[in-house]
Nanobody, 122 residues
Framework: QVQLVESGGGVVQAGGSLRLSCAASGRTVGAYNMGWFRQAPGKDREFVAAVDWSGSSTTYADSVKGRFTISRDNAENTVFLQMNSLKPEDTAVYSC???????????????WGQGTQVTVSS
């Protein structure tokens, strides 16, 4: 079992930055691939970014490439999402998740946090 708790969300103006954190408990997150997803009101859940178990490989949705950076600190059982140049379209609930595979496919993720709200105003 893995428990995930996201933090760092808030309200920011377009062009600003936020740094999201996802803290794991129950067991170490270091053995798992990690992903960030987001879901806006009335929209389907959308893949944002993923990082492999070692932190050496990352992948991003086209919509966030060049703006967002995913990283992890296995010693602290934490994964981060640095969000720069934020746009109103980035407004959503952001959730972290763990997977046995390095993938952007939602169905491959086994454990999910409850999410943290990110609101980008114009």
């Amino acid at each position: 079992q893995v428990q995930l708790v996201e933090s760092g969300g808030g309200v920011v103006q377009a062009g600003g930055s936020l740094r999201l954190s996802c803290a794991a408990s129950g067991r170490t997150v270091g053995a798992y691939n990690m992903g960030w997803f987001r879901q806006a009101p009335g929209k389907d859940r959308e893949f944002v970014a993923a990082v492999d178990w070692s932190g050496s490989s990352t992948t991003y949705a086209d919509s966030v490439k060049g703006r967002f950076t995913i990283s992890r600190d296995n010693a602290e059982n934490t994964v981060f999402l640095q969000m720069n140049s934020l746009k109103p379209e980035d407004t959503a609930v952001y959730s972290c998740a763990v997977s046995r595979a390095f993938t952007g496919v939602t169905a491959r993720y086994d454990y999910w946090g409850q999410g943290t709200q990110v609101t980008v105003s114009s």
